[in-house]
C-alpha cells in the first residue's frame, strides 16, 4: 500500500473539529444551559451515528441478495454483517443504561424546548426499518397520522420512496424460495414430515387425555390449544389455505419460501445449510432486538414523563409499547418453532440428499 500523500493528522481523519461542535445546548438558547442536555444529546446523535453503520451493513446485505443466485461466500459476508448489527444493537441498549442517569427532574429542565422536536423525525431509523421490510399498513398508528407526518416534505418523499424499494425480507424470501431439497426424487419428505407430526400431535392428545394432574376443564382448554395448533399444522400443508392467510395479514412468507425455511431449521445440523440457519437465526435476532429496543425506551420514557404526551404530540410510553409490539418484519420466522419436531422424529434423508448436503472430499487412486 502507498503511503499517503500528506501526513494523516487523527483529529483531521475523523472531523473532530465539527463532530465536537455538534452539541449546541437548546436550553443555553433560552437562559440557563441544563446540564443534562449534553448528555441528551450526545447520545442521541451516537444513536444516529449507529444508524448510520447499520444501513451501512444493511445496503450490502441487500446488494448480496439482490442477483438471480446467491453465492454461498455471499451468504457468509451477509451472516458476518447481520452479526454486526446485532452486536451494534446490543450497544443500542446500553445507551438506554447511560440516558437513564439522567432523573426525570433533570429532563424537565430543558425538555419544554424541545417541542416539537422528536425520536420518531430520526430519518435513518425509519429507513432501517423500511430497508429491513416493515410495511407501512403494519405500523403501530402515530396519533392517527401516517408515521411520516412529523417529518420535513424532503425527508418524507425520501422515505416513501424506500417503502418502494425491494427490502431485505423481499430479497430473502425470494432466496428461500429457491431452495433446493425440497423434492427428494421418490422421496416425499412433507409425506413423511405429516406423519410425523401426527404422531407426535396424537401423543400430545394421549397425554392431556390421561394426565391425572388436570381437571377436566383444564384438559378441556388444552386441548382446544391442540386443535388449534393442528390448524397450524394444516395450513402449512395447504397451500392454497397458507395463500388465505397471506391475503388476511396472518402469514407474510410465501408457503415456498415458508417450507424452505422450516426444511432449513429442522436439518440445520446438516453442512450445507448452516449457514443459512445462522442467516435465518440472525433475522430473528435483529428484529427481536429492536422489539427489545422500543420496550426499553417505551420504559424509560414513561418513567420519565409518567402519562404526559411527548414532545412530538404522540400519546407517549403508550404508543411505543404499541410499536415494540407490532412494528416487526420476521414474524414468520419467529413462529416456525410451531412447526419443529424433536430431531428423534424427523424423517431420516436419503443418502444422496446427505450426501449431497455435507462437505467431502475424494480423490481416486490412480
Known sequence: MPAPARPLYYADYLGLDRLLDCQTLESAAHGTPAHDEMLFIIVHQAYELWFKQILWELDDVLRRFGGPVVEEADVGRAVTRLGRIVEIQRVLLQHIDVLETMTPLDFLDFRDHLIPASGFQSVQFRLIENRLGMRREERANF???PYTSRLKPEDRARIEAAEDEPSLFDRVERW????????FGDFDFWREYRSA???MLEADRRHIRTNPTLTDEEKGRQLRKLEATRADFEALFDADRH????????????HQALLAALLINLYRDEPILQLPFRLLSLLVDVDENFTTWRYRHA????????AKIGTGGSSGHEYLREAAERNKVFTDLINLSTYLIPRSALPALPPEVSRTMGFRFSMENE
Open 299 to 306: 420504559l424509560m420514557v414513561h418513567r420519565m414523563i409518567g
Open 197 to 199: 407430526v401426527e404422531a
Open 143 to 145: 396519533s392517527a397520522a
Open 176 to 183: 428461500l424460495a429457491r431452495t433446493p431439497f425440497l423434492q
Open 243 to 254: 395463500a388465505a392467510l397471506v391475503a388476511q395479514g396472518a402469514r407474510r412468507l410465501s
